[in-house]
């Protein structure tokens, strides 16, 4: 079988004008034209925002700002300072950890070449061997055999340490998990910036928690009365006590936490899933190269450029199928095979001409020839014998306008059908019937 594929026609859609970040498979969020790259909870980014800012200006104005009075030369408004450059530098943290490219891997256009063949090389006629691409490969690094395996969604197989985000949607290098206080993957590019921003955040809890009790000391001192009623004259200090004590354990375990993941060269993927000992951990370098690998080595280039025009692949040629070409609509709903018109536009005669396209409903159908029902099926050439010797019938007409030579009757052969029917009543003659009848067949 041999299907011609319909002509070409012009892309009037063509991304040749568009960027890379306007047509990103992934679910990432962009800003500035592809300059930020968030993940798909960037919402959550403005409350962990919030989380840290609200309690520094609380603390600035109604505990730090009546500290300055109560130390002598400047070291009452460095509080301030300290307190207020401190939180800039975490937000700055911050936002490097969210608004960078973590580390995601291009997905591939087309899948990879398959290796292996499931299945015989040697197929019969008609039959296509099943190409299949193995689930993992091995792949030897320093010395190290890994087992890599295949993403079906980004087409490509995985680097070792590399993790498909089912959140973003993105093959990431090096992949620790998807925090979602900063709404973006935690990977290669951005992990230092992201054990950096907890640590900052955990100082800053501590510092703020700190001078909320110097300042409860001073009214202490200063007034000689009980730690009690001191902390009653400052209900800001003891809001702000509560919420960094709360917070110190969230981010000061999250902090030890990654100083035992540094230590050992893991990441929190591997952690919970392999659970590597310290003979099996393949990329263990010890303590103080795990240090360096992590804070000392420059960060590898974005694989990605956001801001680039999206390059026009070319077409992919039609796939041979049992000897022949497969069309590109093939599998798809064919309205018109199911409406009766040719699919094949090779088959087609003159009479179907370029001016004459879009003319015709779905009811055109070419002559058949007189030999042509032997190729029909068993099914559709009885039915269509069984129109042709049923009376009441109008012909069928085709879209020129004029009767289908294939479903006329020649007057003749109603003559002889009228004379057998006749001698049918008289008795006579059922063999000759027969045969007028077997002869009665679209002419």
Not at 43 to 58: E, F, G, Q
Request: glycine share 8%.
């Amino acid at each position: 079988m041999y299907v011609v594929p319909p002509p070409q026609r012009s892309d009037s859609g063509s991304n040749g004008d568009l960027r890379v970040y306007q047509t990103w498979k992934g679910s990432n969020i962009f800003f500035l034209q592809g300059r930020f790259v968030f993940g798909p909870d960037v919402r959550s980014l403005a409350l962990t925002i919030c989380l840290i800012a609200v309690p520094v200006t609380i603390f600035c104005i109604f505990v730090a700002r009546k500290l300055i009075d109560d130390f002598s030369d400047s070291w009452g408004v460095s509080i301030v300072a300290v307190a207020v450059v401190f939180t800039i530098y975490d937000l700055i943290l911050l936002l490097l950890t969210s608004g960078r490219d973590p580390g995601i891997i291009p997905r591939n256009a087309h899948p990879p070449e398959p290796e292996a063949l499931d299945g015989n090389m040697d197929a019969g006629a008609g039959q296509t061997p099943q190409l299949r691409l193995p689930r993992i490969k091995e792949v030897e690094l320093n010395g190290v055999t890994f087992k890599v395996k295949y993403c079906d969604t980004c087409m490509l197989y995985r680097p070792p340490r590399c993790s498909h985000c089912s959140i973003c949607n993105n093959c990431v290098e090096r992949f620790d998990h998807h925090c979602p206080w900063v709404g973006q993957c935690i990977g290669m590019r951005n992990y230092r910036f992201f054990f950096m921003f907890v640590f900052s955040t955990t100082l800053l809890c501590i510092y703020v928690f700190a001078f909320c009790w110097v300042y409860i000391r001073k009214i202490t001192d200063s007034e000689h009365t009980t730690t009690w009623k001191a902390m009653l004259k400052t209900p800001a200090s003891i809001v702000l006590i509560i919420y960094t004590f709360i917070s110190m354990w969230f981010v000061g375990g999250l902090t030890v936490f990654h100083l035992y993941l540094i230590s050992t060269n893991q990441t929190t993927y591997e952690n919970f899933r392999y659970r590597y000992d310290r003979r099996s951990n393949p990329h263990n370098k010890g303590v103080v190269n795990n240090f360096k690998e992590t804070f000392c080595s420059s960060i590898p280039p974005s694989k990605n450029d956001f801001r680039a025009m999206v390059q026009r692949e070319p077409p992919l040629p039609p796939r041979s199928v049992a000897g022949g070409f497969m069309s590109p609509n093939m599998g798809k709903a064919n309205d018109d095979i199911e409406m009766g018109r040719k699919a094949v536009w090779a088959d087609m005669g003159p009479t179907m001409s370029d001016h004459d396209d879009g003319k015709h409903g779905n009811n055109e159908r070419l002559h058949v020839k007189d030999g042509e029902l032997g190729e029909l099926s068993p099914d559709i050439r009885t039915t269509v014998d069984e129109q042709s010797d049923r009376p009441g019938v109008h012909p069928r007409r085709s879209s020129w306008g004029r009767k289908s030579g294939s479903w006329d009757m020649s007057p003749e052969v109603m003559a002889l059908a009228a004379r057998v029917g006749e001698q049918n009543q008289n008795g006579g003659g059922s063999s000759s019937g027969s045969g007028l009848v077997t002869e009665n067949r679209p002419t």
